[in-house]
């Protein structure tokens, strides 16, 4: 299992431009997650969803978009990028069915990926 | 003021020894979270805890729930043991708070 991947690794953007950061986990996990982490702050979250086709937002939402439309895949889109955005994003996912046997919300993080917007 | 309150900020521990870092949460949550992050900047987590107590290895893991405090201690502490240390909880719902992490050094 390659567990959580992200790409790209490293990204310079403009003031402006757009772009969208992958995120794939091949576990079958039905919750998954966006999280920013900026220095000397804690993670926040940016969006989650519960499953294919349900997403909602988290802590800080406002500039970036999301979409689930496969159980295995959850990109962020970034539109209008502006330096507040700059930062190291975390994808994660888990199993995470509330209640159910064998319940864990136990969290598998992706390796990040490191914007900058100039 | 953030619901997530870690202590202390950083740490510098000699190897063998036995550490403990702490964190407080000042809203009703389901579970708290032990995480640990590499010098690389990976993210593994390392525990999740309702109630009680888990040890898994040199590392030992406590809640109090009625004072809404959480420990992570590590006992005979040892250089690879180096890195930033997270709790977060999580709300009812799906929402995740974190800490901003306990930077722990062990020195040989």
């Known amino acids: 299992n390659a567990g959580v991947t992200q790409t790209p690794k490293f990204r310079i953007l403009k003031i402006g431009q757009s772009m969208t950061l992958q995120c794939a986990q091949d576990?079958?996990?039905?919750?998954m997650y966006w999280y920013r982490q900026d220095p000397g702050m804690g993670l926040k979250l940016i969006y989650y969803s519960v499953g294919a086709g349900i997403t909602d937002k988290g802590e800080v939402p406002n500039g970036y978009n999301v979409s689930r439309s496969t159980t295995e895949d959850f990109p962020l889109r970034l539109e209008l990028a502006a330096p507040s955005q700059t930062s190291v994003y975390f994808c994660?996912?888990?199993?995470?069915?509330?209640?159910?046997?064998?319940?864990?919300?136990?969290?598998?993080f992706g390796p990040g990926t490191r914007l900058t917007v100039l | 003021k953030n619901e997530v309150e870690q202590s202390p900020q950083n740490l510098t521990a000699q190897e063998g020894e036995f550490i403990t870092i702490n964190c407080s949460y000042s809203v009703g949550i389901s579970a708290l979270h032990w995480l640990q992050q590499h010098p690389g900047g990976g993210i593994v987590s390392l525990f999740m805890?309702?109630?009680g107590k888990k040890k898994h290895g040199r590392l030992i893991a406590t809640i109090n729930i009625q004072e809404k405090h959480s420990s992570l201690h590590i006992t005979a502490s040892h250089p690879r043991d180096s890195a930033v240390y997270i709790c977060?909880?999580?709300?009812?719902?799906?929402?995740?708070?974190f800490g901003t992490g306990t930077s722990l050094t062990v020195i040989p």
């Open positions: 994660a996912s888990s199993y995470g069915l509330a209640g159910g046997p064998g319940f864990t919300d136990t969290q598998y």
């Open positions: 977060a909880v999580r709300r009812t719902g799906n929402q995740f708070y």
């Open positions: 576990m079958n996990h039905n919750y």
């Open positions: 805890l309702s109630s």
